[in-house]
Nanobody, 128 residues
């Protein structure tokens, strides 16, 4: 059973930066795909970024391109989301999620339904 624990959420001013972290434990094969998602009040959960652990290219939602970076620390087995130039519309609960890979594919998508394991979420609030 994969367990995910997020941290790093906070309240910041627009234009600021935050770094979210997700500690991953459990079977590594079940967490080959790692993703960050967010859910704002009254909205559906949406994908922000994903990464195939072990050599795949990251994938970003249009809203995250150029501002967010997903990365993996192999030693600590953590997945981070560096968020720069934050905007009020980035305000949401951010979730880390994990899934096994699709056979023969080294890219992970950002559809929430594709992910099996979820953390408890961390709140990010961006004020204007």
């Amino acid at each position: 059973q994969v367990q995910l624990v997020e941290s790093g959420g906070d309240s910041v001013q627009a234009g600021g930066s935050l770094r979210l972290s997700c500690v991953v434990s459990g079977p590594t094969r079940s967490s080959k795909c790692m993703g960050w998602f967010r859910q704002a009040p009254g909205k559906e959960r949406e994908g922000v970024a994903s990464l195939y652990i072990g050599g795949g290219n990251p994938y970003y939602a249009d809203s995250a391109k150029g501002r967010f970076t997903i990365s993996h620390d192999n030693e600590k087995n953590t997945v981070a989301l560096q968020m720069n130039n934050l905007k009020p519309e980035d305000t949401a609960i951010y979730y880390c999620a994990a899934a096994p890979p699709v056979p023969f594919v080294r890219v992970c998508g950002i559809l929430p339904s594709s992910y099996d394991y979820w953390g408890q979420g961390t709140q990010v609030t961006v004020s204007s």
